[in-house]
Protein backbone atom coordinates (compact mmCIF):
# COMPACT_ATOMS: atom_id res chain seq x y z
CA UNK A 1 0.00 0.00 0.00
CA UNK A 2 1.32 3.82 -1.30
CA UNK A 3 1.73 6.32 1.57
CA UNK A 4 -0.58 8.23 -0.41
CA UNK A 5 -2.89 5.14 -0.15
CA UNK A 6 -2.59 4.82 3.58
CA UNK A 7 -3.00 8.44 4.42
CA UNK A 8 -6.54 8.43 2.44
CA UNK A 9 -7.53 5.23 4.53
CA UNK A 10 -6.66 7.14 7.81
CA UNK A 11 -9.21 10.41 6.23
CA UNK A 12 -11.88 7.46 5.72
CA UNK A 13 -11.55 6.18 9.16
CA UNK A 14 -11.52 9.96 10.32
CA UNK A 15 -14.52 10.69 9.26
CA UNK A 16 -16.22 7.74 10.81
CA UNK A 17 -16.21 5.23 7.59
CA UNK A 18 -16.05 1.97 8.11
CA UNK A 19 -13.04 1.53 5.93
CA UNK A 20 -13.54 -2.38 5.76
CA UNK A 21 -17.18 -2.08 4.13
CA UNK A 22 -17.18 -3.28 0.61
CA UNK A 23 -17.65 -0.25 -1.38
CA UNK A 24 -14.32 1.10 0.29
CA UNK A 25 -11.90 -1.19 0.41
CA UNK A 26 -10.54 -0.20 -2.89
CA UNK A 27 -11.53 3.92 -2.13
CA UNK A 28 -7.80 4.49 -0.63
CA UNK A 29 -6.35 2.78 -3.92
CA UNK A 30 -8.93 4.70 -6.48
CA UNK A 31 -8.53 8.26 -4.57
CA UNK A 32 -4.74 7.66 -4.68
CA UNK A 33 -4.75 7.22 -8.09
CA UNK A 34 -7.48 9.82 -9.12
CA UNK A 35 -5.46 12.32 -7.13
CA UNK A 36 -2.33 11.81 -8.64
CA UNK A 37 -3.68 12.20 -11.96
CA UNK A 38 -4.88 15.22 -10.88
CA UNK A 39 -1.71 16.95 -9.95
CA UNK A 40 0.39 15.05 -12.21
CA UNK A 41 1.31 18.63 -13.85
CA UNK A 42 3.92 18.52 -10.89
CA UNK A 43 5.90 15.83 -13.42
CA UNK A 44 5.08 17.41 -16.31
CA UNK A 45 7.99 19.84 -17.91
CA UNK A 46 7.10 22.71 -20.38
CA UNK A 47 9.87 20.85 -23.04
CA UNK A 48 8.35 17.80 -22.66
CA UNK A 49 4.78 19.06 -23.15
CA UNK A 50 5.45 21.02 -26.77
CA UNK A 51 7.75 18.32 -27.68
CA UNK A 52 9.89 20.55 -30.20
CA UNK A 53 6.09 21.07 -32.51
CA UNK A 54 7.50 25.00 -32.59
CA UNK A 55 6.97 25.60 -36.88
CA UNK A 56 8.65 28.69 -38.38
CA UNK A 57 5.46 30.89 -40.17
CA UNK A 58 5.72 34.26 -42.05
CA UNK A 59 2.57 34.41 -41.14
CA UNK A 60 2.11 37.52 -38.27
CA UNK A 61 -1.43 37.72 -37.60
CA UNK A 62 -3.44 36.91 -34.31
CA UNK A 63 -3.56 32.87 -33.78
CA UNK A 64 -6.48 32.67 -31.08
CA UNK A 65 -7.32 29.41 -29.58
CA UNK A 66 -10.85 29.55 -27.95
CA UNK A 67 -12.33 27.22 -25.24
CA UNK A 68 -9.72 25.22 -24.04
CA UNK A 69 -11.77 23.46 -20.88
CA UNK A 70 -9.54 22.33 -18.06
CA UNK A 71 -10.09 20.75 -14.61
CA UNK A 72 -8.08 21.96 -11.68
CA UNK A 73 -7.80 22.16 -7.86
CA UNK A 74 -7.98 25.26 -5.81
CA UNK A 75 -4.93 25.51 -3.58
CA UNK A 76 -7.20 26.71 -0.33
CA UNK A 77 -9.52 23.97 -0.46
CA UNK A 78 -8.03 21.31 -2.49
CA UNK A 79 -11.34 21.32 -4.34
CA UNK A 80 -12.24 21.48 -8.09
CA UNK A 81 -12.22 24.40 -9.98
CA UNK A 82 -13.53 24.10 -13.61
CA UNK A 83 -13.89 26.55 -16.73
CA UNK A 84 -12.51 27.78 -20.37
CA UNK A 85 -9.21 29.03 -20.64
CA UNK A 86 -8.50 31.23 -24.54
CA UNK A 87 -5.50 32.07 -25.70
CA UNK A 88 -4.19 34.36 -28.26
CA UNK A 89 -0.58 35.40 -29.17
CA UNK A 90 0.98 37.72 -31.91
CA UNK A 91 3.73 35.47 -33.51
CA UNK A 92 6.91 36.29 -34.52
CA UNK A 93 8.34 34.30 -37.38
CA UNK A 94 7.62 31.08 -35.16
CA UNK A 95 4.28 28.91 -34.24
CA UNK A 96 3.19 26.61 -31.29
CA UNK A 97 1.07 23.00 -32.77
CA UNK A 98 -2.43 23.33 -32.02
CA UNK A 99 -2.99 20.48 -29.44
CA UNK A 100 0.16 21.94 -27.00
CA UNK A 101 -1.80 25.11 -26.05
CA UNK A 102 -4.56 22.58 -24.34
CA UNK A 103 -1.36 20.69 -23.37
CA UNK A 104 0.60 23.88 -21.63
CA UNK A 105 -3.21 24.61 -20.15
CA UNK A 106 -3.59 21.20 -18.31
CA UNK A 107 0.28 20.76 -17.14
CA UNK A 108 -0.95 24.01 -15.34
CA UNK A 109 -4.38 23.18 -14.02
CA UNK A 110 -3.07 19.69 -12.94
CA UNK A 111 -1.75 20.74 -9.72
CA UNK A 112 -3.24 22.99 -6.99
CA UNK A 113 -3.53 26.70 -8.43
CA UNK A 114 -5.58 30.01 -8.13
CA UNK A 115 -6.92 31.00 -11.00
CA UNK A 116 -4.86 34.23 -11.02
CA UNK A 117 -1.23 32.06 -10.90
CA UNK A 118 -2.55 29.46 -13.76
CA UNK A 119 -3.95 32.34 -15.99
CA UNK A 120 -0.35 34.23 -15.66
CA UNK A 121 1.66 30.78 -15.79
CA UNK A 122 0.19 29.68 -18.99
CA UNK A 123 0.82 33.23 -20.41
CA UNK A 124 4.41 33.11 -19.46
CA UNK A 125 4.82 29.41 -20.80
CA UNK A 126 2.79 30.53 -24.33
CA UNK A 127 5.66 33.10 -24.82
CA UNK A 128 8.69 31.46 -23.46
CA UNK A 129 8.05 28.65 -26.17
CA UNK A 130 7.42 31.09 -28.81
CA UNK A 131 9.00 33.87 -28.46
CA UNK A 132 5.69 35.80 -29.85
CA UNK A 133 5.32 39.70 -29.94
CA UNK A 134 2.63 39.33 -27.14
CA UNK A 135 0.03 37.11 -25.81
CA UNK A 136 -3.22 37.21 -23.61
CA UNK A 137 -4.44 34.50 -21.88
CA UNK A 138 -8.24 34.66 -20.47
CA UNK A 139 -10.07 32.00 -18.14
CA UNK A 140 -13.83 31.57 -17.05
CA UNK A 141 -14.02 28.97 -14.37
CA UNK A 142 -16.19 28.21 -11.28
CA UNK A 143 -15.05 26.94 -7.93
CA UNK A 144 -16.57 24.38 -5.83
CA UNK A 145 -15.18 25.49 -2.93
CA UNK A 146 -17.65 28.69 -3.57
CA UNK A 147 -20.54 26.79 -4.71
CA UNK A 148 -20.58 23.11 -2.91
CA UNK A 149 -19.54 24.74 0.81
CA UNK A 150 -18.84 28.25 2.09
CA UNK A 151 -20.92 30.82 0.46
CA UNK A 152 -22.71 28.24 -2.14
CA UNK A 153 -23.12 30.58 -4.77
CA UNK A 154 -24.26 28.85 -7.93
CA UNK A 155 -24.17 31.34 -10.64
CA UNK A 156 -20.53 33.02 -10.53
CA UNK A 157 -18.05 33.00 -12.83
CA UNK A 158 -14.90 34.38 -11.92
CA UNK A 159 -12.78 35.77 -14.90
CA UNK A 160 -8.81 36.13 -14.91
CA UNK A 161 -6.61 37.40 -17.64
CA UNK A 162 -3.47 37.83 -18.16
CA UNK A 163 -2.04 40.18 -21.55
CA UNK A 164 2.05 40.68 -22.45
CA UNK A 165 3.62 42.29 -24.75
CA UNK A 166 1.67 43.92 -27.48
CA UNK A 167 -1.85 42.92 -25.94
CA UNK A 168 -0.59 45.20 -22.91
CA UNK A 169 0.71 48.30 -24.57
CA UNK A 170 -2.20 48.28 -27.77
CA UNK A 171 -5.51 48.44 -26.85
CA UNK A 172 -6.73 47.27 -30.34
CA UNK A 173 -4.43 44.38 -30.35
CA UNK A 174 -6.38 43.45 -26.90
CA UNK A 175 -10.06 44.49 -28.31
CA UNK A 176 -9.35 41.93 -31.51
CA UNK A 177 -7.86 39.20 -28.74
CA UNK A 178 -11.33 39.59 -26.78
CA UNK A 179 -13.33 39.45 -30.02
CA UNK A 180 -11.96 36.51 -31.20
CA UNK A 181 -12.34 34.84 -28.59
CA UNK A 182 -15.96 35.67 -28.09
CA UNK A 183 -15.67 37.21 -24.77
N1 LIG B 1 -8.43 34.91 -5.64
C1 LIG B 1 -8.74 33.62 -5.56
N2 LIG B 1 -9.32 33.16 -4.45
C2 LIG B 1 -9.63 31.85 -4.41
C3 LIG B 1 -9.39 30.98 -5.45
N3 LIG B 1 -9.84 29.75 -5.09
C4 LIG B 1 -10.37 29.89 -3.87
N4 LIG B 1 -10.24 31.17 -3.43
C5 LIG B 1 -10.63 31.83 -2.18
O1 LIG B 1 -9.69 31.62 -1.15
C6 LIG B 1 -10.27 32.16 0.02
C7 LIG B 1 -9.80 31.43 1.25
O2 LIG B 1 -10.36 32.14 2.33
P1 LIG B 1 -10.31 31.71 3.88
O3 LIG B 1 -11.13 32.70 4.65
O4 LIG B 1 -8.89 31.48 4.28
O5 LIG B 1 -10.99 30.27 3.85
P2 LIG B 1 -12.51 29.88 4.15
O6 LIG B 1 -12.84 30.17 5.57
O7 LIG B 1 -12.70 28.47 3.72
O8 LIG B 1 -13.31 30.89 3.21
P3 LIG B 1 -14.77 30.82 2.60
O9 LIG B 1 -14.66 30.17 1.24
O10 LIG B 1 -15.18 32.27 2.48
O11 LIG B 1 -15.63 30.03 3.52
C8 LIG B 1 -11.77 32.14 -0.21
O12 LIG B 1 -12.21 33.46 -0.33
C9 LIG B 1 -11.92 31.41 -1.55
O13 LIG B 1 -13.07 31.82 -2.29
C10 LIG B 1 -8.74 31.50 -6.60
O14 LIG B 1 -8.46 30.78 -7.57
N5 LIG B 1 -8.43 32.81 -6.60
ZN1 LIG C 1 -11.08 26.93 -2.74
Known amino acids: MSELESLYRKVLK ?9 GLLDTPKRAAK ?6 SGYETELSDVVNNAVFSSDNDEMVVVQGIEFYSLCEHHVLP ?36 NLTKQIAEAVEEVTGCRGVG ?36 TREEFMRLAGI
Open 34 to 39: AMKFLT
Open 14 to 22: ELGEDTERE
Open 137 to 172: VIIEAQHMCMMMRGVQKQNSMMRTSVMKGAFREQQA
Open 81 to 116: FIGRCHIGYLPNGKVLGLSKFARIVDMFARRLQIQE
